[in-house]
Nanobody, 124 residues
Framework: QVQLVESGGGSVQAGGSTRLSCAVT????????MGWFRRAPGKEREGVAN???????KYEDFVKGRFTISIDNANNTVYLQMNSLNDEDTAMYYC??????????????????WGQGTQVTVSS
């Protein structure tokens, strides 16, 4: 059974940084796409970034240059390094996994398993 567990959220000062982690267990497909999404209060869930099994990454424009997605295959963990945070980054952040590589910013339909989310709150 595939499980994803996010961690690393919390309260951060505007302009600060934090790193989210997503520990994946039970996933055995050699091809995959790992994505980070977020849902801000009153808004729809939106994609943030994804990385595939060949290390190809894609980012939404609003996080380019600020966020970095990476993967530690030895520990089956995906990270989202978030820098220069602002109040618009306040949201619940979710990781997800799909069994196909992703060479574009993949939508929610690309993924078949989701984590429970971790809250990031940016205060000014």
């Amino acid at each position: 059974q595939v499980q994803l567990v996010e961690s690393g959220g919390g309260s951060v000062q505007a302009g600060g940084s934090t790193r989210l982690s997503c520990a994946v267990t039970g996933h055995t497909s050699a091809n995959y796409c790992m994505g980070w999404f977020r849902r801000a209060p009153g808004k729809e869930r939106e994609g943030v970034a994804n990385i595939d099994s060949e290390g190809f990454t894609k980012y939404e424009d609003f996080v380019k240059g600020r966020f970095t997605i990476s993967i530690d295959n030895a520990n089956n963990t995906v990270y989202l390094q978030m820098n220069s945070l602002n109040d618009e980054d306040t949201a619940m952040y979710y990781c997800a996994v799909g069994d196909r590589r992703c060479r574009v910013l993949a939508g929610t339909g690309w993924y078949n398993k989701w984590g429970q989310g971790t809250q990031v709150t940016v205060s000014s």
